[in-house]
């Protein structure tokens, strides 16, 4: 499959986003939406099956895309972009033109890697923000998902407030392209910081 995008992140290196092939990359899915750590991608009870007839109607769904991640070559994590204006949030917020909707899932881990998560996102969101027509990105995620609600606002996203969605009670938040940026500036620019006090404590006496 194909990959369509790029990205190098500082500490943790080369991130990408590839096609999804719903009958190749299932069962590798199957085992990402049913550990309990996915419960808020309410997958948890399917079966292969059910994966893979979900996948392929996205793929032929006009309007929504399905794309795998690969940390360092390797399938890491999921990524999802839709027109929330006619998927998941039809009727139910104030839709601007350039408005783009995203959901993203990272891999089960055995072992944590420090800051993986948040470069995750961060290569999602560059993606999306990769084609111009994109000036907003909205996310609906489960107003219980506090960890995500954390990411999200580390990369730039200011929330709207509460929607009732019929699987769930969501946090709308939105995005700008500007936003996005200014978010990223400060991370860099705390790094950096980071960088240098650490650099001064340890330096001789």
């Known amino acids: 499959m ?3 995008f790029t990205r190098v992140d500082d500490r943790l290196g080369a991130f ?3 096609t999804l092939d719903p009958e190749a990359d299932a069962p590798l899915l199957h085992g990402w939406v049913t550990h309990p750590k996915a419960a808020f991608w309410l997958m948890q009870d399917a079966d292969e099956a059910q994966v893979i ?3 392929r109607r996205i793929a032929a769904h006009p309007q929504h895309d399905a794309y795998l991640g690969l940390w360092r070559g390797e399938p890491a994590f999921l990524a999802e972009r839709y027109d929330p204006a ?5 009727g139910l917020y104030d839709a601007q033109p350039g408005d783009v909707g995203m959901h993203f899932l990272c891999a089960p881990a055995g072992a944590p890697v420090h800051g993986f998560t948040r470069a995750v996102i961060r290569t999602v969101m560059a993606w999306l923000f990769a084609d111009p027509a994109t000036r907003r990105v909205v996310v609906e995620p ?5 960890a995500v609600h954390a990411l999200n606002a580390a990369v730039g996203f200011e929330v709207v407030g509460p929607i009732a969605k019929p699987e769930k009670d969501a946090l709308l938040s939105v ?3 500007a936003q996005f940026e200014a978010a990223a500036e400060h991370a860099e620019h705390s790094a950096a910081e980071s960088a240098a006090a650490t650099r001064t404590e340890g330096a001789p006496a």
């Open 16 to 18: 990408a986003l590839r």
């Open 142 to 146: 489960d107003v219980r998902n506090t």
């Open 175 to 177: 995005c700008t392209r």
């Open 86 to 90: 006619r998927v998941e949030l039809v």
């Open 53 to 55: 007839e979900e996948y």
């Open 2 to 4: 194909s990959v369509v």
